[in-house]
């Protein structure tokens, strides 16, 4: 079974940048899509970034164009690059593994993905 652990969480005023990373503690990570999700008090779970082992990326509308997903398969490492942080992205981040293997497109459901990391807070003040 895959783990996957998240960092790189903390406090940043708005208008700065965080990296956020996600360690796999198998090689397997390298034939599923990955994803970042992000989920604030009161509020559904949320994609944020997704990326299919061909490259391609997908990016949700709340913070398309200030986020950047990237892996590197060798570290087993998936990251998120966050920059001109607003308030309202405040949430818990989770890393995820797509369920199945074989996605021409990375998924982009929640329910598409089953191992989750533990999650790293992010907080932006205003």
């Known amino acids: 079974q895959v783990e996957l652990m998240e960092s790189g969480g903390g406090s940043v005023q708005a208008g700065g940048s965080l990296t956020l990373s996600c360690e796999a503690s198998?090689?397997?990570?390298?034939?599923?899509?990955l994803a970042w999700f992000r989920q604030a008090p009161g509020k559904e779970r949320e994609g944020i970034a997704f990326l299919n082992t061909n490259g391609i990326t997908r990016y949700g509308d709340s913070m398309k164009g200030r986020v950047t997903i990237s892996r590197n398969n060798e570290k087993r490492t998936l990251w998120l690059q966050m920059n001109s942080l607003k308030p309202d992205d405040t949430a818990m981040y989770y890393c995820a593994r797509a369920q199945q293997r074989g996605y021409l497109t990375p998924p982009l459901q929640a329910s598409q993905y089953d191992t989750w990391g533990q999650g790293t807070q992010v907080t932006v003040s205003s």
């Open positions: 198998l090689d397997t990570f390298i034939n599923y899509a």
